[in-house]
């Protein structure tokens, strides 16, 4: 009996604690005391000035970093398998110096590298590489930043992915039958790994479209900056914005379980 | 036999190569900015280099929000490690297979949820306007002091033990317990000598993960308190972006030195019961 009192008392403290801000938000959002119920709110999102820009910056970020990992620890996690496994520890080193590193540090680190950068370089060609990779519409500096953030996720992905395939035999065999390098990685690697990329890509996706600290402190307005500076005093509009990011990161997890599951 | 290990030796040549394109990206994208990050917290004003920086860091302001993040990210992690385990054992023996899925999910998006808009959420429900502040007519600033802030982060930091801790307390088998109450062990011994023992790695290792988690986070603090409650983060954030003194960007890298420092050695504890804790899952 005391077992029942506990567990009943433990989910509804945890029901209130996690429901009723929720609730509220949501309320928030659609009700107003002088025009009572209306989704407004929500349609003044779309409406705000820079929306579809920022949007559409972030996407192209999350689609080069998506890109850039898998191209970057696909191979080398492939190499692990097919007789390098001294590999191993360095890469378990690289995905892990994101958990030690806060973003905060790393941010520090790249602008003081960039202002060292450009002073030093000013004279040489290099200058003009290092103004361009900071390009306020496509800022490459961002895109490798979030590489690394995104590599320990999709390195645990692709790695449990690879655990359930026997890729020392697949590529012996696609190379005894005359299949190149790339076509092996792209046409029988790949496939069956679809799950796992799946997984990554959207790993990475949700990175992307929710870390403000180094893309706010570098200056640049991609979506989750553009959420901050459009609420200034439109306090419904915000909690709006906030539900609506909520959502996004629901919509993710919910498409990555939906994708686990069909490939299993 | 020389054959293979000879076609061995060559794969492992090629492996490199296939890892190259990682390892310099790594190099230039982590390196660089780690060379500048160290360099640049021992050097001093006139050239060359010493400790100035990293002692400047050892003085107020600094040292009290170091010490103030640190103090959140252990209330915070001790906090959330407790919270989060009874809330997944409540979920998980309920038997309800519905409940079960929805508060693992649900687990899954709230421990990704932070940032600013965490904070907009919880200033709408407890801010100085907040529906509940004004309906139990909690007064001002409830929520925008210590206490405050790690509601809040729990709000993350719950959600993120339960998953680690789930898989874990999954693989305490019933069997275990009823050899234990069969041999005439009472439950809080059944916790002491069993429970906790197999748990404890999981435990402490989420605990490691939600400290870090709390120490690194700056949005939600600066959207919510501002500069009411110190945090090295928010000073971090403040002699980068030029609020305050010029001179001060070498204070920004001593205290980003500090933060990693302290972050390398919680993470000490963590790694090596990573591999432990996963022995129990296997």
Same mark, same amino acid.
């Given at each position: 009996?005391?077992?029942?009192?506990?567990?009943?008392?433990?989910?509804? @403290?945890?029901?209130?604690?996690?429901?009723?801000?929720?609730?509220?938000?949501?309320?928030?959002? @659609?009700?107003?005391?002088?025009?009572?119920?209306?989704?407004?709110?929500?349609?003044?999102?779309?409406?705000?000035?820079?929306?579809?820009?920022?949007?559409?910056?972030s996407l192209l970020l999350g689609a080069a970093v998506i890109v850039l990992v898998l191209l970057l620890a696909l191979?080398?996690?492939?190499? @692990? *398998?097919?007789?390098?496994?001294?590999?191993?520890?360095?890469?378990?080193?690289? +995905?892990?110096? #994101?958990?030690?590193?806060?973003?905060?540090?790393?941010?520090?680190?790249?602008?003081?590298?960039?202002?060292?950068? +450009?002073?030093?370089?000013?004279?040489?060609? %290099?200058?003009?590489?290092?103004?361009?990779?900071?390009?306020?519409? %496509?800022?490459?500096?961002?895109v490798l930043?979030y590489v690394m953030l995104a590599l320990?996720f999709a390195y *645990?992905s692709l790695?449990?992915?690879?655990?359930?395939?026997?890729? *020392? +035999?697949? @590529?012996?065999?696609?190379?005894?039958?005359?299949?190149?390098?790339?076509?092996?990685?792209?046409?029988?690697?790949l #496939?069956?790994l679809?799950?796992a990329v799946a997984g990554a890509s959207f790993l990475s996706l949700a990175l992307v479209m929710?870390?403000? +600290?180094?893309?706010?402190?570098?200056?640049? *307005?991609?979506?989750?900056?553009?959420?901050?500076?459009?609420?200034?005093?439109?306090?419904?509009?915000?909690?709006?914005?906030?539900?609506?990011?909520?959502?996004?990161?629901?919509?993710l997890?919910?498409t990555l379980?939906?994708a686990?599951?069909?490939?299993? | 036999?020389?054959? !293979?290990?000879?076609?061995?030796?060559?794969?492992?040549?090629?492996?490199?190569?296939?890892?190259?394109?990682?390892?310099?990206?790594? !190099?230039?994208?982590?390196?660089?900015?780690?060379?500048?990050?160290?360099?640049?917290?021992?050097?001093?004003?006139?050239?060359?280099?010493?400790?100035? &920086?990293?002692?400047?860091?050892?003085?107020?302001?600094?040292?009290?929000?170091?010490?103030?993040?640190?103090?959140?990210?252990?209330?915070? /992690?001790?906090?959330?490690?407790?919270?989060?385990?009874?809330?997944?054992?409540?979920?998980?023996?309920?038997?309800?297979? !519905?409940?079960?899925?929805?508060?693992?999910?649900?687990?899954?998006?709230?421990? &990704?949820?932070?940032?600013?808009?965490?904070?907009?959420?919880?200033?709408?429900?407890?801010? &100085?306007?907040?529906?509940?502040?004004? /309906?139990?007519?909690?007064?001002?600033?409830?929520?925008?002091?210590?206490?405050?802030?790690?509601?809040?982060? !729990?709000?993350?930091?719950?959600?993120?033990?339960?998953?680690?801790?789930?898989?874990?307390? $999954?693989?305490?088998?019933?069997?275990?317990?009823?050899?234990?109450?069969? &041999?005439?062990?009472?439950?809080?011994?059944?916790?002491?000598?069993?429970?906790?023992?197999?748990?404890?790695?999981?435990?402490?290792?989420?605990?490691?993960?939600?400290?870090?988690?709390?120490?690194?986070?700056?949005?939600?603090?600066?959207?919510?308190?501002?500069?009411?409650?110190?945090?090295?983060?928010?000073?971090? /954030? $403040?002699?980068?972006?030029?609020?305050?003194?010029?001179?001060?960007?070498?204070?920004?890298?001593?205290?980003?030195? $500090?933060?990693?420092?302290? /972050?390398?050695?919680?993470?000490?504890?963590?790694?090596?019961?990573?591999?432990?804790?996963?022995?129990?899952?296997?």
């Open positions: 009996m005391a077992g029942v009192t506990w567990r009943r008392l433990t989910l509804g @403290v945890a029901a209130v604690y996690f429901l009723v801000p929720l609730a509220i938000a949501v309320w928030f959002t @659609v009700y107003n005391e002088s025009l009572g119920f209306s989704l407004g709110a929500y349609g003044r999102i779309v409406s705000a000035p820079g929306f579809g820009e920022s949007l559409l910056k191979p080398a996690l492939l190499a @692990v *398998r097919l007789g390098a496994p001294g590999l191993r520890p360095v890469l378990e080193t690289i +995905t892990t110096l #994101p958990l030690i590193v806060p973003p905060i540090t790393y941010v520090v680190g790249i602008a003081n590298a960039l202002r060292g950068g +450009t002073d030093a370089l000013a004279a040489t060609p %290099f200058w003009q590489t290092l103004i361009s990779i900071q390009d306020e519409n %496509f800022p490459v500096v961002l930043a320990p *645990r790695d449990t992915g690879l655990r359930a395939v026997d890729v *020392r +035999t697949l @590529v012996e065999a696609a190379r005894n039958l005359g299949a190149s390098w790339p076509y092996v990685l792209f046409r029988v690697i #496939p069956n679809r799950s929710g870390e403000y +600290t180094i893309a706010a402190l570098m200056g640049y *307005r991609t979506f989750p900056v553009w959420i901050v500076t459009i609420s200034g005093n439109d306090g419904q509009l915000s909690v709006a914005l906030s539900v609506l990011s909520l959502g996004l990161i629901w919509l997890l919910l379980s939906g686990g599951r069909k490939s299993k | 036999m020389a054959g !293979l290990t000879g076609s061995r030796r060559r794969g492992g040549g090629a492996g490199w190569l296939a890892a190259a394109p990682l390892l310099v990206v790594t !190099l230039i994208a982590f390196g660089i900015p780690a060379v500048v990050l160290v360099v640049g917290a021992f050097s001093v004003k006139g050239g060359g280099f010493g400790f100035e &920086n990293l002692s400047a860091t050892m003085r107020e302001p600094y040292i009290g929000a170091l010490w103030s993040s640190v103090k959140l990210s252990a209330v915070v /992690a001790i906090g959330g490690a407790v919270l989060g385990a009874f809330l997944a054992q409540a979920v998980l023996t309920s038997r309800s297979g !519905l409940l079960r899925e929805a508060v693992l999910t649900a687990s899954g998006v709230l421990a &990704n949820f932070g940032g600013v808009p965490l904070a907009f959420i919880w200033i709408a429900t407890l801010g &100085n306007s907040g529906v509940v502040t004004a /309906a139990l007519g909690l007064g001002s600033g409830v929520l925008y002091n210590f206490w405050g802030l790690a509601l809040v982060y !729990l709000y993350f930091s719950v959600p993120l033990m339960v998953l680690v801790i789930a898989p874990a307390l $999954d693989g305490l088998k019933p069997q275990w317990r009823e050899a234990a109450l069969n &041999n005439g062990a009472s439950t809080w011994q059944f916790w002491r000598h069993v429970g906790i023992p197999v748990l404890g790695p999981a435990l402490l290792g989420g605990g490691v993960l939600l400290f870090g988690g709390a120490f690194a986070a700056y949005a939600t603090a600066a959207a919510m308190v501002g500069a009411s409650v110190p945090l090295v983060t928010l000073q971090i /954030a $403040d002699a980068l972006t030029g609020n305050v003194l010029i001179g001060y960007e070498n204070i920004a890298l001593a205290l980003s030195l $500090d933060m990693i420092v302290i /972050a390398l050695l919680v993470m000490a504890v963590y790694l090596p019961l990573q591999k432990r804790s996963s022995r129990w899952l296997a």
